[in-house]
């Protein structure tokens, strides 16, 4: 009986990061920069290569408000999802237009939860040689 609570506890705990992750994208989706950030540590690491490595709330609000505004339609589909501990990976791809063209960028990003919220995102994809936005 105590293995099996033990079992269970430890599958609530490992479901953590990935319901966090999951509202991450769920904010984004709805352009809600203030509900992502929520979901960071104050001094959260991000590193991207369109983003010159923001750190922290505050950083996370600017950085994707600034994307919204860039692409007012964009939004993240997620293809697979895994978690492990505290990480979780995740393939995904963007959908966006500009200049009339439809955009699907594909992207990963490797994540880290502490206690219910993002400590590091790593995040990957082609920006097509564009300097990083400060």
């Given at each position: 009986?105590?293995?099996?609570?033990?079992?269970?506890?430890?599958?609530?705990?490992?479901?953590?990061?990935?319901?966090?992750?999951?509202?991450?994208?769920?904010?984004?989706?709805?352009?809600?920069?203030?509900?992502?950030?929520?979901?960071?540590?104050?001094?959260?690491?991000?590193?991207?290569?369109?983003f010159?490595?923001?750190?922290?709330?505050?950083?996370?609000?600017?950085?994707?408000?600034?994307?919204?505004?860039?692409?007012?339609?964009?939004?993240?589909?997620?293809?697979?999802?895994?978690?492990?501990?505290?990480?979780?990976?995740?393939?995904?791809?963007?959908?966006?237009?500009?200049?009339?063209?439809?955009?699907?960028?594909?992207?990963?990003?490797?994540?880290?939860?502490?206690?219910?919220?993002?400590?590091?995102?790593?995040t990957?994809f082609?920006?097509?040689?564009?300097?990083?936005?400060?």
């Open positions: 009986m105590t293995l099996m609570i033990a079992m269970a506890l430890g599958a609530a705990l490992a479901a953590e990061p990935k319901a966090v992750v999951s509202s991450m994208f769920d904010a984004f989706n709805r352009h809600d920069a203030s509900a992502m950030a929520k979901l960071y540590a104050e001094d959260a690491r991000l590193t991207s290569p369109d010159c490595s923001p750190r922290g709330e505050r950083d996370v609000v600017r950085t994707y408000q600034a994307l919204f505004t860039r692409f007012p339609d964009i939004r993240d589909v997620v293809d697979r999802m895994i978690a492990e501990g505290d990480r979780v990976a995740v393939r995904f791809h963007a959908e966006m237009t500009q200049a009339g063209k439809v955009i699907d960028t594909p992207i990963v990003t490797f994540l880290r939860v502490r206690h219910g919220r993002i400590i590091e995102d790593d990957l082609d920006n097509k040689g564009r300097p990083c936005a400060p």
